[in-house]
Antibody, heavy 119, light 110 residues
Framework: QVQLVQSGAEVKEPGASVKVSCKAFRYTYSSYYMHWVRQAPGQGLEWMGI????????TYSQKFQGRITMTWDMSTSTVYLELSSLGAHDTAVYYC????????????WGPGTLVTVSS | QSALTQPASVSGSPGQSITISCIGTSDNVGGYRSVSWFQHHPGKAPKLVIFEAKKRPSGVSDRFSGSKSGNTAYLTISGLQAEDEADYYCCSYAGSNTLVFGGGTKVTVV
């Protein structure tokens, strides 16, 4: 059974940065892409971007360009999402979801990481 | 990229069928077969119920069906049950390794 483990909840002040991690266990494919999707309170799901751990290449939603970074730690097979210049509007649950290729359906999702931005 | 357009809410009685639309463009829904639908209960991770517009993952009830015509995708839930009450999101591949979601539809079983 595929398992995705994400880091715990975070509370950050406005203007700070947050780094959320995601690690996949027992995923069918040895090589895969990782998407990040978020949901703010009362809002819908929002695609943030994708990373190819094979080469570290990334594609980000234009909405987050300039303040989003996705990285891959080969030694621990862990993917990271870093979002900077946080504002109250970034308060959300952040999900990771792997796919063999970018267009494949998101069949497995992490449990989500709640990030709260508050002074 | 702009979100796909879904109705904010749809309701139905137990046993009835409902259909949710997802309107996109030729740059997403109309241009690719990779259209998915997710069921999302508050506090839980989204669950894939339809992929490639009309295919059902293993373990998903056959009461869920999907279709696509041009730039619009549809999710139909037949034999509506109380447990189907949730938010539903469409999602389409939009080229260049990007995805786009719909705004979500709240399904209420009345």
């Amino acid at each position: 059974q595929v398992q995705l483990v994400q880091s715990g909840a975070e509370v950050k002040e406005p203007g700070a940065s947050v780094k959320v991690s995601c690690k996949a266990f027992r995923y069918t494919y040895s090589s895969y892409y990782m998407h990040w999707v978020r949901q703010a309170p009362g809002q819908g799901l929002e695609w943030m971007g994708i990373i190819n751990p094979e080469d570290g290449s990334t594609t980000y939603s234009q909405k987050f360009q300039g303040r989003i970074t996705m990285t891959w730690d080969m030694s621990t097979s862990t993917v990271y999402l870093e979002l900077s210049s946080l504002g109250a509007h970034d308060t959300a649950v952040y999900y990771c979801a792997p796919s063999a290729v970018p267009a494949n359906p998101l069949e497995h999702w992490g449990p989500g990481t709640l990030v709260t931005v508050s002074s | 990229q702009s979100a796909l357009t879904q109705p904010a809410s749809v309701s139905g009685s137990p046993g009835q069928s409902i259909t949710i639309s997802c309107i996109g463009t030729s740059d997403n829904v109309g241009g690719y077969r990779s259209v998915s639908w997710f069921q999302h209960h508050p506090g839980k991770a989204p669950k894939l119920v339809i992929f490639e517009a009309k295919k059902r993952p293993s373990g998903v009830s056959d009461r869920f069906s999907g279709s696509k015509s041009g730039n619009t995708a549809y999710l139909t839930i037949s034999g509506l049950q109380a447990e189907d009450e949730a938010d539903y999101y469409c999602c389409s591949y939009a080229g260049s390794n990007t995805l786009v979601f719909g705004g979500g539809t709240k399904v209420t079983v009345v």
